[in-house]
């Protein structure tokens, strides 16, 4: 009888443990289409807090630029440049969503649009800011808009929406690589508009 409690009593600590110290991601931060109200040459900004500093994001709309540079980004953390890119104007502008790593308090970025979504975080390791997905790399239907979210079971998902069916892909991050590993979920779920945090 000793051993059968032991043993109960080991599975429960087990089981615990793994719900206590799963890797989950919540959603912190979104701004839908924020791009798209922005007049020329406005600039908006938000800046989070991490564990290696503060970080900014800034996005300016360039006024005298062409189209495929329309928009201007750049990251610092306190006060070194971390990046700067420019990204084509589009249809119903760009969303930013930040998402944490409950595990680990890492915050990573989205960035998205009807046609590419990518999501970045700072590597202390490389000190620099990675471009851990991009939406390009991934297998999917022509025409399908990607999205990069958390569930409300705590997934991160990078989805491709089509006639409300969606491909996923989780991703969950592996500390030995500093970098995200996924798994490919197939086809033909319901979109994620319900499920999404």
């Known amino acids: 009888m000793k ?3 032991a043993v109960v ?3 429960f600590v087990m089981a ?3 719900v206590c110290f799963a890797e989950t991601y919540e959603m912190t ?8 109200t922005l007049k020329n040459d406005q600039a908006l900004s938000e800046t989070f807090t991490t564990p290696y500093g503060y970080l900014k994001i800034q996005a300016r709309k360039l006024l005298q630029s062409k189209s495929e ?5 750049i990251v610092w953390l306190d006060d070194k440049r971390l990046d700067d ?3 084509p104007k589009v249809d119903y502008g760009y969303t ?6 409950t595990s680990t308090a890492e915050l990573f970025y989205s960035l998205e649009s009807i046609d590419r979504a990518f999501l970045f975080g700072y590597s202390p390791a490389n000190k620099k800011l990675e471009t851990y997905i991009d939406s390009n790399n991934y297998a999917h239907e022509n025409g399908a808009i990607p999205s990069i979210v958390a569930l ?4 991160l998902i990078l989805a491709f929406e089509k006639d409300n069916k969606s491909k996923r892909y989780r991703f969950k991050w592996d500390a030995s690589k500093n970098w995200f590993s996924y798994s490919d979920l197939g086809k033909d779920w319901p979109s994620i508009s319900k499920e999404k945090q």
């Open 3 to 5: 051993k059968l409690v």
């Open 9 to 11: 009593l080991s599975l």
């Open 16 to 18: 615990f443990a793994t």
């Open 29 to 36: 931060y979104e701004a839908p289409n924020f791009t798209e």
């Open 69 to 73: 540079n329309r928009l201007h980004f």
């Open 85 to 87: 890119a420019h990204y």
């Open 96 to 101: 930013i969503r930040v998402f944490k790593n």
């Open 152 to 155: 409300k079971n705590g997934d």
